[in-house]
């Protein structure tokens, strides 16, 4: 079967022959996959960056893809055979089981995970198998490419949760990009009273926002647009998203917060950032880091999927197959509009 690999330390990935994956062992299952999307992750792998370089060197090669839907197709001792023609998505945090934390029953908090496509091998080929507990059915409803979304969504809800998310809030969410789609429409879902994003030089990104009726985004690149989102915060948002990585903006999120107001930073900026600590302390904002989802976070993803399937549709904006997959990768680089798929 072809497979995307990181194969060896350096820039670069590989479409690779490979065997297909042995019979699922106990607490397996055996997954056709049906589609993967390309995330910043597989991005920074692909370009080596140190984050990734330094955990990932001693498991080489690996397979990548971690936002992964697909049919299970057989399981292993202890899973119920019953699972077998399920279409699930895949929690790609596995925890090791044996460590401190796992050991005391927070796997969330496991001190030496195992996630799929970065560790184990991941869903960029046309089969997988993964731990049956980290797979979580698809409801029947929702189109199957749509499930390829459940882990970048999961992401944003659970930024939303950091964050002290309730319905009536107002938020703004600082980066356009894949994730920050997801938070945006969460957050609308969820019943947010209004939902603000703002982009650097995004306009193909806030195109997207604005097909599905997100009226107030906000390019920084254009003019007007510090009057235009002065004009916004008003009394200031409730909470702020960094969804970008982008260290700047998360001294432009707290100055768009109301007192007390909450920023929850999302992105992996590579780069440390500068912060109006002053603004801070006057205000009395908070900010706090999101990472490490929960798998309650999933729980509210497949029921926003479930809920309003068309909705969240438009997050998908390009599909290849994974023979192409070079070609895809070339387009994410360049910043693309949303979510590419790889399709096996
Ligand atoms: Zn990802
Ligand atoms: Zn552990």
């Known amino acids: 079967m072809l497979a995307l690999r990181k194969t060896e330390a350096g820039q670069g990935l590989a479409l690779v022959d490979l065997p297909p994956p042995p019979e699922p062992g106990p607490g397996q299952v055996r997954i056709r996959v049906a589609a993967t999307g390309i995330c910043g992750t597989d991005l920074a792998i692909d370009r080596w960056t140190p984050s990734y370089a330094g955990f990932m060197a001693s498991v080489l090669p690996v397979t990548l893809g ?6 299970i197709v057989s399981v292993g001792d202890g899973v119920d055979a019953g699972r077998v023609g399920r279409t ?3 929690n790609p945090a596995v925890a090791c089981g044996a460590c401190g934390p796992c050991r005391a029953g927070d796997p969330v908090g496991c001190a030496a ?3 799929v496509g970065l560790v184990r091998d991941g869903a960029f080929a046309p089969f997988l198998l993964a731990p049956a507990d980290y797979c979580y059915d698809l409801p029947d409803n929702v189109p199957v490419e749509l499930g390829a979304l459940a882990e970048p969504l999961s992401v944003g809800a659970h930024a939303l949760s950091v964050g002290g998310f309730r319905p009536g ?7 356009p990009g894949p994730i920050g789609q997801g938070v945006a429409a969460l957050a609308r879902h969820l019943g947010a009273a209004q939902v603000a994003i703002v982009g ?16 107030h ?15 916004l915060a ?11 990585g982008v260290g700047a903006a998360i001294d432009q999120g707290l100055a768009l917060l109301r007192s007390r107001g909450v920023l929850v930073a999302a992105g992996m900026p590579e780069r440390p950032a500068t912060v109006d600590i002053m603004r801070l302390v006057k205000y009395r904002l908070e900010i706090r880091g999101a990472s490490r989802i929960p798998p309650s976070a999933w729980g509210v993803v497949l029921s926003a999927l479930a809920a309003a399937p068309s909705a969240l549709a438009p997050l998908i904006t390009h599909r290849f197959p ?11 680089h360049g910043r693309t509009p949303s979510k590419v798929l790889l399709l096996p």
């Open 234 to 244: 008003g009394d200031g948002f409730d909470l702020a998203v960094e969804a970008a």
């Open 322 to 332: 994974l023979a192409q997959a070079d070609a895809a990768l070339r387009l994410c």
């Open 113 to 115: 995970r195992q996630p």
């Open 66 to 71: 971690h936002e992964t839907v697909g049919h």
């Open 217 to 231: 985004c906000v390019d920084r690149a254009c003019d007007g647009a510090d009057a235009e989102l002065a004009r």
């Open 200 to 215: 650097q030089d995004d306009g193909p990104r806030l195109e997207v926002l604005r097909g599905m009726g997100f009226q």
């Open 88 to 90: 699930v998505v895949v």
């Open 169 to 175: 809030m107002r938020v703004v969410v600082l980066g």
